[in-house]
């Protein structure tokens, strides 16, 4: 006794500085519910504590004298971690929706969640018997028949159970619940008898609290779930590949089971039984008979039900993609993890009224769990078999057997249901590539409605339901909260963390979001509902369980932490992101050697980096948060991404920046050029052209081969005159200019300049005339220079042929800057222009005509 008490002492002591300071709500390392209990507490990376003092943690910090805590369950993940959840028991009566989880790793105590109830009762002896009670929870639901009634649903569950004296005939159990029909009352903790209620008209699993004083009816919840808002034996199968023209999906691969008889919608897959029946417009599952098929090919002209059954169909293969998915994505031995078989049930219509159904359900319960599907009613004739509408079903069950959030009218209800919609989302994606992934139901509603819910956008018009929130407690937020309607908060969550988005929502918050994908999303969604979340559990718990789920995959300070963060911010629960993420600093471009560094990195990790495509770089791989990196070889480019890997042995992920590679400042290879149809080598001085006639225009090609990586500016200039660029482009070789000369001995130089992110240069070229001659046309330009005006004649029978050919001749006059002065269009060959306004300085006229450019040089002096 004494060493426990040191221990606990202990135990308090490291943790009265975190209490002291977790005052303001989601911010600190402790937490508390709406009752101001503790939700969630941190423990500080310097506390010791181990795993096996948890249940002594646990009764220190949150329990009374008469409180304990009993494990009910233990999980040793794949990232290292162990998780023990316990459940809360008052004098030794068990509380109803009181669980708390230990989180720990390598045997110390990381952190715990949950929800503890305070609770003040005198006696735990019940005032009233077990028949008693049990009679007025039989008087409240008042069925017309009750499943122990029916001989066949017996018979089902007995063989279901494999245990010969199974009956569903309910036991009381002495529990302490909230009074949550009593107004005002509903927090109030009381002791209750608690039962299972089987109806089979109506078909219904009900769970019944009657107050152990009174008698009265203080809680109730059914453990169907459905799709949407109301307005056996151990038989081996023999598997056989078969195909299936389904409603909704087209002809698929599903596989049946041979007998006897012929073939069956029955298959072992992995170890689960997938077995489809048919319930032929009934409730009653004890009846429920095999769809059968002479041939494996069940489709139009070799089935016989394809008119009246093709829907079973779609629910077979979806039972198959589900636990598919289930197995291949998260490693779960069907709906319970130890492969229960899956059980589905179509052409259900509920006995009261004999009526088809306009929905579909998953049926929970301890005494037996499987599917109903209904064929759509008068208003929406389309059966409920879809392939998203089989895997939100499965999705209750996953539930059932992870976080058990209790169904109803309640927040826990309404994440119940966001889950279902999440894990459909996600199936359908994985399975198909030609649905549509965020509408639930988009193939079976008609009518002009596209679906029941819109995950990526709630409050659209255009679904069977209406509008959802997208924001808590925002617009179309259910004020008797609606489980349909209020999980579109959850699935909208899940659909900005995988898909990102941005905007404003109802709280008038600005918000943005970069998604993640699908794959990771899910990842931490399901571990959600896996670890972290317990059956009481609201929104601001999500949203714990989700940062918590995301930190143990992918690390603190992880974008996949900010992104979770911030889409819980975007739909209205907690603040945005506002720690430090992880970052890569270091230059867009790598020039020559350039170094990055990894900043905001989680204490205790593991930090490893490379450089894909690994050519680039000499070095392409190390480790550490440091990365040097040097260009290849002499003018290689390329895109490139460095990608630090960040981990502890639990969590890990990778951190990208996409950069680009050069070797250096561009040059130019051996540049040549083309003139009268020959090619010569161009050189970067002097190149003689010969044999031209003066004043006529000549073209060049000028060919350079240009040495470097993604060359962004390419220009060459007509140095003689240098303000005029013939010729400008991005990265190409080569190009074709037209130039004169004028006069013997002239000189035309090209600048060629080369640029791209890590510098600029250039190389000159220039030809040379030795032998220029004559003159193409006679003209005078005078006075030259000049001070007033200048008078410019031309060769008549230029002037004749361009009235001829009804070409005029143009006379320009351009500034140093190659700023065009004035135009003046000639049909005579003398004319005066008058350069009275121009100041001091050299200018130029361009005589252009139908057989090219004139240019002259004018100076004006005064």
């Known amino acids: 006794m004494r060493t426990i008490t040191k221990l606990l002492v202990v135990v308090l002591f490291c943790l009265s500085t975190t209490f002291s300071n977790a005052q303001v709500r989601d911010t600190a390392d402790v937490q508390y519910d709406r009752s101001g209990n503790i939700s969630f507490v941190r423990v500080k990376a310097q506390s010791n504590q181990k795993m096996e003092n948890a249940k ?100 089902f569950l007995r063989e279901h159970s494999g245990d010969p004296t199974s009956s569903y005939y309910p036991e009381g159990e002495l529990v302490i619940t909230k009074n949550e029909m009593k107004e005002g009352k509903e927090e109030e903790m009381i002791l209750a008898w608690k039962f299972l209620i089987s109806s089979m008209v109506p078909n219904d699993e009900q769970v019944i609290f009657v107050d152990a004083g ?35 999906s087209g002809n698929l691969s599903i596989t049946s089971d041979s007998f006897a008889g012929g073939f069956r919608l029955r298959e ?24 059968s098929n002479t041939g ?77 599907y209904g064929d759509g009613d008068s208003g929406q004739p389309n059966p409920l078999t879809s392939l998203d509408i089989c895997a939100h079903e499965f999705g209750h069950g996953i539930n059932e057997f992870t976080a058990n959030l209790t169904p109803g009218w309640h927040e826990t209800g309404a994440l119940n249901e966001g889950f279902s919609d999440i894990w459909a989302a996600c199936i359908e994606d994985w399975a198909t590539s030609n649905k549509a992934t965020w509408i639930m139901g988009e193939e079976v509603f008609s009518g002009g409605f596209n679906g029941l819910r819109n995950l990526q956008n709630p409050k659209s018009t255009n ?29 909208h969550w899940f659909y900005l963390l995988s898909q990102g988005g941005s905007g404003t929502n109802d709280n008038n918050d600005s918000y943005t979001v970069d998604g993640i994908g699908l794959e990771k999303a899910a990842l931490i969604a399901y571990r959600m509902e896996l670890i ?34 911030d889409a819980w911010y975007a739909v209205g629960v907690g603040g945005a992101f506002s720690g430090g993420i992880m970052n890569i600093s270091g230059e867009d471009i790598v020039c020559s050697n350039t170094s990055f560094s990894l900043s905001n990195i989680p204490s205790g990790t593991n930090i490893s980096w490379s450089v894909s495509p690994s050519n680039l770089v000499t070095s392409s791989s190390g480790s ?110 080569s190009m074709s200019i037209n130039f004169e000369f004028w006069e013997y001995g002239q000189e035309v130089i090209f600048r060629v300049s080369m640029q791209n992110d890590c510098g600029t240069s250039y190389q000159d070229y220039a030809f040379r005339s030795e032998d220029c001659y004559g003159t193409a046309l006679n003209y005078k330009v005078y006075p030259n220079p000049a001070s007033e005006s200048i008078n410019i004649e031309l060769d008549q029978d230029l002037i004749k042929q361009s009235v001829s050919d009804k070409e005029k001749v143009n006379i320009k006059l351009f500034d140093p800057s190659g700023t065009e002065l004035m135009s003046k269009t000639v049909n005579e060959s003398r004319t005066t222009i008058d350069v009275s306004n121009l100041g001091n ?21 005064r």
């Open 296 to 372: 494996t090919n069940w489709t139009s002209g070799n089935w016989a039900g394809i008119n009246q059954d093709q829907q079973a169909l779609d629910v077979h293969w979806g039972a198959e993609m589900v636990a598919d998915y289930w197995q291949t994505v998260h490693q779960r031995n069907s709906i319970d993890d130890s492969g229960i078989r899956i059980l589905s049930y179509v052409h259900y219509t509920p006995n009261f009224d004999g009526s088809p159904i306009n929905n579909a359900f998953w049926q929970g319960g301890i005494n037996a769990r499987y599917m109903l």
């Open 624 to 733: 550490g948060a440091t990365a040097n990196l040097t260009p290849a070889a002499s003018y290689s480019s390329g895109q490139a991404t460095i990608t630090y890997t960040v981990g502890n042995g639990t969590c890990e992920t990778e951190i990208q920046k996409a950069i680009y590679v050069h070797a250096g400042s561009p040059d130019e290879g051996n540049a040549t050029y083309s003139y009268n149809g020959s090619n010569q080598t161009a050189n970067p001085y002097i190149s003689v052209i010969n044999n031209i006639v003066c004043d006529l225009l000549y073209p060049v090609t000028l060919d350079v081969p240009l040495l470097g990586s993604e060359i962004s500016n390419v220009s060459m200039i007509y140095t003689s005159d240098p303000n005029i660029t013939y010729w400008g482009s991005g990265g190409a070789e």
């Open 214 to 248: 009174s008698g009265d009816i203080v809680r109730a919840y059914s453990l169907t779930c459905e799709i949407r808002l109301e307005t056996g034996r151990n038989i081996e199968e023999v598997n056989t590949p078969s195909l299936a023209e389904t409603m909704y």
């Open 463 to 491: 679904t069977a339901e209406g509008q959802h929130p997208d924001t808590y407690q925002g617009d179309y937020w259910h004020a008797q909260e609606e489980p349909h309607f209020n999980s579109t908060v959850l699935s």
């Open 56 to 155: 002594a943690l646990l009764a220190l910090l949150l329990a009374g004298e008469h409180d304990d805590f009993k494990p009910v369950k233990e999980i040793n993940d794949k990232f290292g971690m162990s998780h023990l959840k316990f459940q809360q028991y008052y004098k030794g009566i068990k509380v109803e929706n009181s669980e708390y989880w230990v989180h720990g790793k390598n045997g110390k105590i990381t952190k715990f969640n949950g929800h503890f109830r305070t609770i003040d009762i005198g006696s735990v002896q019940p005032q009233i018997t077990e028949d008693a009670a049990l009679s007025n929870a039989l008087g409240f639901i008042d069925a017309e028949i009750y499943k122990w009634e029916d001989e066949g649903m017996q018979s």
């Open 268 to 291: 072992e897959r992995d170890g689960v039984d997938i077995i489809t029946l048919n319930l032929n417009n009934s409730d009653n599952i004890g009846t429920a008979a095999d769809f």
């Open 841 to 861: 300085g050299f200018y130029y006229v361009h005589i252009i005509h139908k057989n090219g450019i004139i240019r002259k040089k004018l100076r004006i002096e």
């Open 532 to 565: 972290y979340l317990t059956s009481s559990s609201e929104y601001a718990d999500a949203r714990i369980a989700a940062i918590n789920a995301a930190e143990d995959i992918y690390c603190e300070n992880s974008p996949e932490v900010r992104a979770v963060t």
